[in-house]
């Protein structure tokens, strides 16, 4: 029987040629996702803002009566609800914060979000109450807080681990990578204002993980290729060592992508944020890797001298006697 090969044995597709325009696209796609973020904003969740959530299903609707909804609910006197879509066209997510007098009497938020949630099933007899959410203030922050640090501090420590394993080059190469990913991720979630909350930073480190895994997969042929053809060119050593890698990347960025479609089209809406970052994620953790993390070395200063053991001074005496150098 003929296995399926997705990519042939001898491929030979010349990537480097491009990393001039990729890398221009890339730079300028990662300073209009920074520029989103500040400019736009993230729609942060109850898990980094406070306050409450409730998930509502209009089991008998195609869509939520969005505008009903809110009318009903701000008419209670708990403030203005911020009420979106969230997956299908008749899931919604209601979410508002606390006040203070509330935040502080778990009593009291209780039955604040028991008189809502009775106000809704009485208004609506189709709604579904799919999840409760309560966060105080005081914890989302410190949630946010560690949060971008447990992202900063994973990326940091993986360039410095790829630098020891590697040469300082390798490094600021995975880093950049990186970068590139969690930049582009962010600005998806500022763009379509889909909420941010926990799930998306673990997806987020689930992205830093997969990206940095296809990286050392390049990274390490690349250190084998280069120790094999001193004599060769680094770009062809690079565009060498991306095609021998492209099946094992094809074959594993796919069979993840059929798993991750079938969730975004028939999971739970509470799983549609973290779904969207790593599928986003898989692509550009796949994207990056060859057109990121392998041309920049180019432009560090890697040679074909970089990964030559430095011969001691006694080693070269023996050379000279040997009449070998």
């Known amino acids: 029987m003929r296995l399926l090969k997705l990519v042939p044995d001898d491929t030979n597709i010349h990537f480097l040629k491009w990393r001039v325009p990729f890398y221009s696209f890339s730079t300028l796609l990662i300073v209009a996702s920074i520029a989103l973020v500040l400019i736009r904003g993230l729609n942060l969740g109850v898990d980094f803002v406070g306050g409450q959530q409730i998930l509502v299903t209009f089991t008998q609707s195609k869509e939520a009566p969005v505008a009903e909804l809110r009318e009903q609910v701000a008419g209670l006197g708990y403030g203005e609800p911020v009420i979106q879509i969230a997956g299908a066209q008749n899931e919604v997510s209601i979410r508002f914060p606390l006040p203070e007098e509330v935040a502080k009497n778990p009593a009291a938020s209780d039955a604040m979000t028991t008189k809502i949630v009775k106000s809704i099933e009485a208004e609506f007899k189709d709604a579904r109450i799919d999840d409760l959410t309560s966060v105080s203030g005081k914890v989302s922050g410190e949630l946010f807080s560690t949060a971008m640090y447990a992202l900063g501090f994973a990326m940091l420590a993986i360039s410095i681990y790829i630098w020891v394993r590697f040469e300082w ?56 290729n280069m120790k094999k053809y001193r004599k060769m060119q680094l770009p062809e050593i690079l565009d060498l060592s991306v095609n021998e ?3 094992r990347t094809v074959m594993t960025s796919l069979t993840i992508l059929i798993v991750l479609v079938a969730l975004l089209l028939m999971g ?19 994207y990056s890797s060859v057109y ?3 041309p920049i ?10 990964f030559v053991p430095e011969e001691n001074v006694g080693d070269k005496a023996d050379a000279l006697a040997r009449g070998e150098a």
């Open 169 to 224: 080059q390798f490094g600021v190469g995975a880093l950049f990578a990186l970068v590139h990913d969690v930049s582009l991720t962010l600005g998806m979630f500022a763009l379509f204002q889909i909420e941010f909350d926990l799930k998306i930073v673990a997806a987020i480190l689930t992205i830093i993980g997969y990206s940095l895994n296809d990286t050392i997969v390049v990274y390490d042929r690349i250190r084998e």
């Open 297 to 306: 070395l180019i432009w560090l200063g890697v040679d074909s001298h970089s």
């Open 245 to 247: 890698t492209l099946a």
């Open 292 to 294: 990121m993390a392998a």
């Open 268 to 286: 739970p809406a509470s799983l549609f944020g973290f779904t969207a970052a790593i599928t986003l994620g898989i692509f550009v953790g796949t």
